[in-house]
């Protein structure tokens, strides 16, 4: 159980609430991709099943890129400061198993095609990494405001944040920042790096996810 209560997101360090919004815009795409897949297995469609394969390899690294930032930077930071071992090492197993689901999940977009019986499988396994991961991220979530949050400060987060801007591939910059501003409340502003891209990528953002959600919309 938490040793304190949870923050209001408006109260979390900018890093930890883009840690949030990217939560909350991995969950929700995922349970969008099981739907679009669903819908391919009823009505094939080469063009969207080419839009649903490309959106998905970069919400599968942008997740990739996610864990592996905490599992290099942000696990051993606080492992160093005395974090809580039980709750570091329920993150990690969580982590571990995350990992299997997601390759398995990206095997199956890669085999997606006319089959109808290929998304079929993609539907699966969408829906077995987004209920990982929700559980997950609600698991992450509780332990950074609760059993770890003794040993996290603005450093420790400033730090995160610069790990992952140096690691982030370059496509990041034109889609990370407008993904997470389309999951953003108004007061949670701050959570989103970047503002000025997510403005400028949000348009083109905004289509290549109407040709993949709703493409006769």
Do not use: N
């Not at 909350?24 to 969207?48: F, K, N, W, Y």
């Not at 005395?82 to 085999?111: I, M, N, Q, S, T």
């Not at 496509?171 to 949670?188: G, I, S």
Request: no cysteine; net charge negative; hydrophobic share 45%.
């Amino acid at each position: 159980m938490p040793s304190q209560p949870s923050q209001p997101p408006t109260a979390l360090p900018p890093a930890h609430l883009t840690m949030v919004l990217a939560h909350r815009a991995m969950v929700h795409d995922l349970d969008r991709i099981a739907t679009v897949a669903d819908e391919l297995a009823q009505t094939p469609d080469a063009s969207r099943t080419a839009a649903l394969r490309r959106y998905v390899e970069r919400v599968f690294h942008i997740i990739e890129h996610h864990h592996g930032g905490e599992d290099a930077h942000l696990w051993p930071l606080l492992r160093e400061r005395g974090g809580d071992p039980e709750a570091l090492a329920l993150l990690d197993a969580e982590h571990e198993e995350l990992a299997k689901a997601l390759h398995v999940w990206h095997e199956a977009v890669h085999r997606l095609d006319a089959d109808p019986a290929t998304a079929v499988d993609l539907a699966a396994r969408t829906r077995e990494v987004h209920e990982r991961l929700a559980a997950h991220a609600a698991d992450e979530e509780r332990e950074l405001t609760g059993r770890l949050a003794p040993v996290l400060d603005a450093a420790a987060w400033k730090g995160f944040a610069t790990h992952m801007r140096r690691t982030a591939p370059g496509w990041t910059l034109r889609f990370m920042p407008a993904w997470l501003a389309a999951v953003a409340e108004p007061h949670e502003r701050a959570g989103i790096p970047a503002r000025p891209l997510a403005r400028l990528f949000g348009p083109s953002l905004a289509r290549a996810q109407r040709t993949v959600f709703a493409p006769h919309g």
